[in-house]
């Protein structure tokens, strides 16, 4: 490792995780091994408990679609659905930066109250700093939560087993881009907007259709669907191979990415889940997510392939297999 | 109120309770009226929850007696204290500016593993997010925090009656203090450390001995222990009358305080509590406190004088009644 914080180690990839495996998690636990789940699973009086963190730093705070308050409720939300629980509590920790327009910060509370209340959950504590200009960039934001189970068994991210189909919600890369865009002021003739979204909703019916049949479910978001699909496969000690021609990219995204060089399987998504689900239930669970608002464009993207140390492939539309990696540093900072 | 955000927002004072009071909580909540304890209690599968959030921006981020890391365990450890709960799990956040030395992250976290540890609770899930330099400053931290209850009552900022007793465990300002002569590289002679501690023993100790004479419990951080008495006198709706002669500031903290033109009483501790406490379980109550290690040096600082709108007064030596109010902004900016 270097001896200094690189943007990259933010980035949700291969730098992210060596500075988590390497650092932080052994240093804050004594354990080699982390748990790579989105929210921890306490036990309280015999009844589970899902608990996360996340904080939002993501630049520009306005953009095509939300602004940093929807997202930091949407993320917290997603993280709790992600391992299976029905949000219920969240908190909201703001760090502001002296001279942040009131206006913004009524806009940004604004559209967290609304994201609460369509998903659900209560906002129940909270605090505010102010540091001075320069020392933060405007606003930062932490949601945690808390959530709980109606059902008894666990969606992790180490079940995937071979013979699994991997299904996705929808488009991807929406959200990444459209950060990107607004950030640089690119004047992309399409709008692309994010596509944050609380999955609570469609992840419950997900698990009512598939019940134990979901083997694991997680939110690609930092480091897009690869990164996502390749810490399933790292957790779950199989390969996942990926079909070129059933990547579900908007035209205006895919060309967006295209002019910038960007590849949209490791760009951002806010709104979108992976599920992984035994062959006989897929299809079953693919209509449940069709019918549902945030699963209108579900689809199938490819299948744990066999049994390894955790490899991910593309086949292309010609036929070839092309291996994935994680990237090592940041394709987009602050997207989060 | 101004259009911008002031540092005086992040201050505890006055000008923080406008911008709750008036801006965020009606926002987000839509209540009028916000609950002003420092964890929230839940109710799960019929049995009560504390949960609680807060973010730590202190400048510099190591001071003498601690750093920002066991300031961000500590803190939680006491907001969920302070309800009465016993601390079970901590989130943690990590907003990381470019360029922070690896060794002082290392250093950060190993002092919050160590103060997790000391505290008895688990870390049990985090994030990390890293922007680039001149967006944040080195380090930003939010601990989030679950507690679970060992008894029925409720220890609110709301309980206090005339007669209680307010008693403290210890010497006030120190915090403030320390992080004051840290940052400013003031020479002055004595060794001023921070307070910061777990206060969750002490607090179980204190509900065990006085059980539901022990009417309000708060940890007088920021804005001092002037603040944190108006917001129980404002709260319970009752004159709190303090004794000059009897608040308790170290020499060094008292003579420092005195050089910079600052009143002890509204600055920053980290590793004390105030105890309003019935009057015939007073002594008993500060007995046990004198026994344990982080009280002492507790004693009786003042008691509730009367039923009225929440009025605080400092009785002098001389036998006068001076009115103290609630600072305007800011008179120690980042000290947690």
Redesign the interface.
């Given at each position: 490792?270097?001896?200094?914080?690189?943007?990259?180690?933010?980035?949700g990839g291969k730098l992210?995780h060596q500075?988590?495996d390497e650092?932080?998690i052994p240093?804050?636990?004594?354990v080699a091994q982390r748990d790579q789940n989105d929210?921890?699973v306490?036990n309280?009086?015999g009844?589970r408990?899902a608990?996360?963190?996340?904080?939002?730093?993501v630049?520009p705070i306005f953009f095509p679609g939300g602004n940093i308050g929807d997202l930091a409720i949407n993320g917290t939300v997603n993280d709790l659905a992600m391992a299976g629980a029905r949000p219920?509590?969240v908190?909201?920790?703001?760090?502001?930066?002296?001279?942040?327009?009131?206006?913004d910060?009524?806009r940004i509370?604004?559209s967290?109250?609304q994201a609460?209340q369509s998903a659900g959950v209560a906002?129940?504590?909270?605090?505010?700093?102010?540091?001075?200009r320069?020392?933060?960039?405007k606003i930062?934001i932490?949601t945690?939560g808390?959530g709980?189970f109606d059902h008894d068994y666990e969606v992790r991210g180490s079940g995937a087993r071979v013979g699994d189909k991997i299904l996705i919600n929808g488009s991807i890369g929406d959200h990444g881009m459209a950060i990107l865009a607004s950030r640089e002021g690119l004047d992309l003739e399409a709008d692309i907007r994010t596509d944050s979204a609380a999955l609570h909703e469609l992840v419950a019916e997900i698990i009512a259709a598939g019940g134990e049949a979901v083997h694991a479910l997680r939110d690609p978001t930092r480091g897009g669907v690869a990164t996502t699909l390749k810490e399933i496969a790292l957790q779950s000690q199989v390969d996942i191979t990926l079909e070129e021609a059933a990547q579900p990219v908007r035209q205006e995204v895919a060309g967006a990415c295209a002019i910038l060089g960007l590849d949209p399987l490791f760009v951002a998504n806010e709104g979108k889940l992976l599920a992984v689900v035994a062959p006989e239930a897929a299809e079953s669970v693919l209509a449940v997510m069709r019918r549902h608002p945030h699963g209108a464009e579900a689809t199938i993207i490819g299948e744990v392939t066999g049994a390894s140390d955790g490899k991910v492939f593309m086949r292309t539309a010609i036929g070839g297999l092309r291996a994935i990696e994680m990237l090592a540093g940041e394709q987009l900072?602050?997207i989060c």
């Open positions: 490792m270097t001896d200094i914080i690189l943007l990259g180690h933010g980035s992210s500075l988590l650092l932080i240093t804050l636990s004594g929210a921890a306490l309280h009086g009844q408990l608990f996360t963190t996340d904080s939002y730093v630049d219920v509590a908190s909201v920790g703001l760090i502001l930066e002296e001279g942040l327009p009131l206006e910060l009524r509370l604004a967290m109250k609460a906002i129940v504590t909270g605090d505010t700093k102010v540091v001075p320069g020392k933060a960039d930062f932490n945690s808390i709980v900072p602050r």
